[in-house]
Structures are given as C-alpha cells and as structure tokens.
C-alpha cells in the first residue's frame, strides 16, 4: 500500500513537554521559541503540557499541579497565544490515554526496547522500570495521531520516537487498509535543535542535569544567567570566521549556536561579527543577548504563576478544543478496528 498523502490531511502542528521540572534554555530554543514562531500560519497549531508522560517516572503529587501549571505558564511566557493555538495539559482530554491503548496493540515490544531514550531513563536496572516508562512511545504517537497531526516540532533527541510514531501510523493503515492516519514530519530545524551542557559540550543541557551550571534555567534571573555563560567551558583559541571552522570545537560550537538562534541569525553572520576574537569578548555578549531574550520570558512566567486560577481557565478552554478535535478521529479509529460503539 502506498503512503498516505499528507496533503489528504489538513496542516496540523502538535508538540508536547513535558511538566517534570524546571524548563532549560534547551526546551526554550530547541521547541518553545519554535512553538511560537509556529503560529498563525497555514497550520492550526496545537500544544500539550503532556502530565501522563511525566509519571512514567516519579512525581511526588504535591508538587505535580504546580509543575503542570508552571509548564503552561512556560508556554504562554514564550509566546504561545491561546488564541492562536490550542494549549491544554494531557490529563484532561482522556483521548489520548484510550489512543494509546490501541496502539499499544498495533505497536510491537521489541520497538520500544529499541529506543535510546527508555534505556537512558531505565539504566541498568530496566526489570523495575515503570511499564509506562516502557510504552511511553505509544502515548507519543497517541498525542500526535489523536489529531491526525501531520508535523511536529521537537528538539534533536525526540528524532527516534517520531520515526516509532510513522512506523504505528502506517502499520496501522496497512494492518487495516485504511489511510486513517497521516505520516508525521518531524520539524527539527535550526541551528538549536541540541542545545549542549555548559559543562561538558559532548552532553544535551537538560533539566535533569545533576550540575545546575551545566543549564540555564527559565528561571534564572539576569546574574544567575550572566555567571553560568562566564563560567562555560570553552577553549583557548578564537573564534573563526565560518561554520565549518567551529567542526571540532563542541563548546564553541555551542555557544555560538545560542547566540544564533537567540538573536535570530545564522552561525555565519554571528561569526563574521566576532572572527578573530577569543571568549574574553564574545561571552560577555553572549550574556548580554541571553538576558535581554530571557528576562522577559522569566518575567511574564512568574506574572503568569501570580494568577493560577487564570492558566486553569486557559486549560480547561484548551482540553474542550481540543476534545472536539481528538474524539471524532478517536471514534473512526474505533469503528476501523471493529469496536462496538452504541452511543
Ligand atoms: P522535555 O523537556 O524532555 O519534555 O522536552 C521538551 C522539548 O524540548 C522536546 O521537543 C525536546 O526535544 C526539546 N529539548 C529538550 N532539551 C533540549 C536541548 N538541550 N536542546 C534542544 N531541544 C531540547
Ligand atoms: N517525548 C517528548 C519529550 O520528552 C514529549 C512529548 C510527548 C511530545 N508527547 C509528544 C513531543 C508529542 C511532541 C509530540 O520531550
């Protein structure tokens, strides 16, 4: 059978994050800022605080609800409008659980034992891991076929569960002959799709991070910021004038990657402002360019967290949008496999 045509489907953008901790300049760049840039075109977009996803690991119940709420405010602080998009949290459109359910049928066991991210979140003693930690794929692909997304903006390290969302949607489609669901691309573009450790270059910066000077948190105030960029690893030699000379250079390579995509510009334009010149100069506009972007975003967050019962009220308005969209495409998916459905 041949592949489903995306164009039979209508444009639609879904990602998701997770609410399991303070976000990093990683999640900002490599999908946040994405996320935002994404709105208002042809595509309707939807995003996704995706809370049955944090609990394939621990969270300790107090603290959830605030993690949930602080995610949304992420969103919201970096750009994403609800009245452009869709922005509610995972829980409450129960669609994605029961999706997830199908597909844990359709799905084979030896695909998820495949994936990289459940071995590094599993380590050595992967007998006690979480069943949930184990089918987190299936849940993925739930999120995004629940709407029949036909693209996904994520950052580097989500490049395998998206290949394991197209293998379930066009099992799927063959096991039952149908062309039911689209074949997602994954939008992993620009020049922070990785956003590597302050500490070690050869690392992704992220949450869960034992260094705290490894990442820059969205909650860093302006010092915190400027400290963590002075204190980064680097070597000793200059800047060169093109890309191609930054090839063995992880941590330069890194930094100056930051800069590009905080100020919007390619590597080269950055690097033909600071050819020749060493860290001493470009960290401390680096800093410069770091606080000016996340001051705000910092900012808005916490005027945002001032208001919870406000980001509930964008959440609740979000999970009745997107349970209108997500249910139709969850029943069809229902009759295809032979459910029975009275009501
Ligand atoms: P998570 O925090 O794991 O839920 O990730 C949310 C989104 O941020 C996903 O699209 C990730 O790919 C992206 N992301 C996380 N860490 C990084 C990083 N260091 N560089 C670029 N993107 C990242
Ligand atoms: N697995 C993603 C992460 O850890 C989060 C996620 C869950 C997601 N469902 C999604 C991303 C659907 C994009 C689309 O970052």
């Not at 394991?164 to 992993?188: M, S, W």
Request: hydrophobic letters at 40%.
């Amino acid at each position: 059978m041949s592949e489903p045509q995306n164009s039979t489907f209508r444009p639609r953008i879904f990602s998701g994050i997770q609410p399991s901790g303070g976000l990093t300049l990683g999640n900002y760049l490599g999908a946040l800022k994405r996320f935002a840039a994404l709105q208002g075109g042809e595509a309707e977009t939807i995003y996704c605080v995706v809370d049955l996803h944090a609990i394939t690991v621990w969270q300790d119940p107090e603290q959830l609800k605030t993690r949930i709420r602080e995610a949304a405010a992420a969103f919201m602080a970096a750009g994403v409008d609800p009245a452009k998009s869709v922005l509610f949290n995972q829980s409450q459109v129960s669609a994605h659980a029961e999706m997830a359910w199908l597909f844990n049928t359709v799905a084979r066991v030896g695909w998820m034992y495949r994936m990289t991210q459940f071995k590094d979140k599993a380590g050595k003693n992967s007998e006690n891991a979480s069943l949930g930690l184990l089918a987190y794929p299936a849940l993925m692909a739930a999120d995004i076929l629940t709407y029949q997304a036909t693209a996904v903006p994520v950052g580097e390290d989500q490049k395998q569960h998206l290949e394991l969302t197209r293998d379930i949607a066009a099992k799927f489609n063959h096991d039952y002959g149908v062309e039911h669901f689209p074949i997602t691309q994954p939008l992993i573009e620009g020049v922070a799709t990785r956003v590597m450790s302050l500490r070690d270059g050869s690392k992704k910066m992220s949450k869960s991070d034992p260094s705290d000077a490894s990442r820059i948190n969205l909650t860093d105030d302006a010092d915190t910021i400027a400290q963590k960029i002075r204190k980064a690893r680097t070597d000793a030699d200059p800047l060169p004038g093109s890309a191609e000379g930054l090839k063995d250079r992880p941590e330069a390579r890194n930094l100056v990657n930051i800069y590009a995509a905080l100020s919007d510009e390619s590597v080269d334009q950055v690097l033909a402002r600071y050819e020749g010149q060493g860290f001493g100069t470009f960290k401390p506009a680096l800093a410069e360019v770091a606080v000016a972007s996340m001051a705000p975003i910092t900012k808005a967050m916490s005027d945002y967290m001032a208001d919870p019962a406000e980001i509930d009220r964008v959440l609740a308005d979000g999970a009745d949008r997107a349970e209108a969209i997500a249910r139709p495409i969850l029943n069809r998916t229902k009759d295809i496999m032979g459910l029975l459905r009275t009501r």
